[in-house]
Antibody, heavy 114, light 107 residues
Framework: EVKLVESGGGLVQPGRSLKLSCAAS????????MGWVRQAPGKGLEWIGEINQDSSTINYTPSLKDKFTISRDNAQNTLYLQMSKLGSEDTAIYYC???????WGQGVMVTVSS | DIQMTQSPSSLPASLGDRVTITCRAS??????LRWFQQKPGKSPRLMIY???NLAAGVPSRFSGSRSGSDYSLTINSLESEDMAIYYC?????????FGAGTKLELK
């Protein structure tokens, strides 16, 4: 069974950084593109970006490219999202997703507030 | 960026109805179109991939179709468990883009 479990969320002050993790199991992690999607409270879905199997290709939504970095550790079956210069507009549930969003994690809440 | 114009934004319907939700792509996306269902407090669930293919475990009352740049999700004989928000996603070109969502609710 495919399982994606996000962690690392919480309350963070504006301007600070935060790193999310996504632990994957139940499939061959290093065979799949992996990505992140977010959803602000009461809003729709926003695709953040995705990374290929060997980390040689990473694509981002242009508006987030300068503040978010996606990476992965295939030995640990883990996907990461490094977020910097956070603002209130980044308050959202962050979902880890596999293979163009075929499978999703349960999501982790990030709240940016002083 | 490719814009996905989804309609309607809200769809009141009755149990047993047949309903259709549509996404129009601003550029050619081939069949790289997925539909997702999201219930309150839950993660989205893949329903349709490749514009017309039913994902594993999805009831056969769901179907996807394409007419030119218009992509549709149809639910035949609506059941109470189908009440949710539905989103389309194009994954033909970066950045991937979602439709704004359609809230399906009981009339």
């Amino acid at each position: 069974e495919v399982k994606l479990v996000e962690s690392g969320g919480g309350l963070v002050q504006p301007g600070r950084s935060l790193k999310l993790s996504c632990a994957a199991s139940g499939f061959s992690f290093n065979d799949y593109w992996m990505g992140w999607v977010r959803q602000a409270p009461g809003k729709g879905l926003e695709w953040i970006g995705e990374i290929n199997q060997d980390s040689s290709t990473i694509n981002y939504t242009p508006s987030l490219k300068d503040k978010f970095t996606i990476s992965r550790d295939n030995a640990q079956n883990t996907l990461y999202l490094q977020m910097s210069k956070l603002g209130s507009e980044d308050t959202a549930i962050y979902y880890c997703a596999m293979g163009a969003a075929g499978y999703w994690g349960q999501g982790v809440m990030v709240t940016v507030s002083s | 960026d490719i814009q996905m114009t989804q309609s309607p934004s809200s769809l009141p319907a009755s149990l047993g109805d047949r309903v259709t939700i549509t996404c129009r792509a601003s550029q050619d996306i081939g069949n790289y179109l997925r539909w997702f269902q999201q219930k309150p407090g839950k993660s989205p669930r893949l329903m349709i991939y490749g514009a017309t293919n039913l994902a594993a475990g999805v009831p056969s009352r769901f179907s996807g179709s394409r007419s030119g740049s218009d992509y549709s999700l149809t639910i035949n004989s609506l059941e109470s468990e189908d009440m949710a928000i539905y989103y389309c996603l194009q994954h033909n070109e970066y950045p991937y883009t979602f439709g704004a969502g359609t809230k399906l609710e009981l009339k």
